[in-house]
């Protein structure tokens, strides 16, 4: 499947019509997710401390770390390269939101097994950038919101499920990679109270995916604020 859409997002580049609709944006989200989340639950387990010391454990960690730099410099790739230069172009603001999440998600899962500064200081760019797209320039949402869930500001509305699934991936950016749970709470508790304060407004037909970030956001802060100690193991929710 990644296959496929990789050479979708080619061939579209060559006929210069590189953006994707949303199926098929969806579609190649979910292919690479897929991938990358076996093998992110793989080294997860692998890196486990009773694990670190076994050669055998050893040799084959590296090998999954192999594969997941693949996977990371692969989507990246098409994203920087493709995606969002085209949704630029288009002009589309819920596309470039999309894409640059989808960047900071891949620069987060580098940063996981490979922490160095630069991967964390790339996601947290990418994310900040989507940010600052998705609210229209500002932190808070001031405006009123359309049908199409933009606002009137031309950020995304504060309950459309891709501004809060950035929310929900940037918090957890600075709570696990950037160490930062001060900042990981205030994004997470600053966008819940956005959507709560315009859930009147949430369009019918993303009600059910808003409604379940919005959850994990919580879940989150009651997590992060009870604990600030995470123990390792205990997985933090993120969006898809």
């Known amino acids: 499947m990644c296959g496929f859409m990789k050479d979708l997002v080619v061939a579209k580049k060559q006929k210069d019509s590189a953006d994707l609709s949303v199926e098929e944006r969806n579609l190649l989200s979910v292919a690479y997710k897929n991938v990358i989340g076996a093998r992110r639950a793989s080294w997860r387990m692998l890196n486990l401390e009773e694990n670190k ?29 493709s995606l969002i230069p085209a949704s630029k172009a288009a002009n589309d603001i819920e596309s470039q939101v999309f894409y640059l999440k989808m960047t900071g998600d891949y620069f987060r899962y580098f940063a996981e097994f490979q922490p160095d500064a630069r991967h964390a200081q790339d996601a947290e760019k990418h994310y900040q950038q989507a940010l600052e797209i998705a609210t229209g320039g500002s932190d808070k949402e001031k405006s009123t919101t359309g049908e199409s869930g933009e606002s009137e500001s031309g950020g995304l509305a504060p309950t459309h499920p891709i501004r809060l699934g950035l929310a929900l991936n940037y918090s957890v950016c600075f709570y696990e990679i950037l ?50 100690d995470n123990p390792a193991g205990d997985d933090d929710a993120e969006a898809d």
């Open 53 to 81: 010391n076994q050669e055998l454990v050893s040799t084959y960690r590296q090998q999954v770390e192999a594969e997941l730099k693949q996977i990371c410099e692969e989507v990246v790739t098409l994203l920087n390269e």
């Open 179 to 228: 160490k930062d749970p001060k900042a990981a709470c205030s994004l997470a508790k600053q966008a819940f109270d956005d959507a709560i304060a315009k859930l009147d407004k949430l369009d019918e037909s993303s009600y059910k995916d808003s409604t379940l970030i919005m959850q994990l956001l919580r879940d989150n802060l009651t997590l992060w604020t009870q604990d600030q």
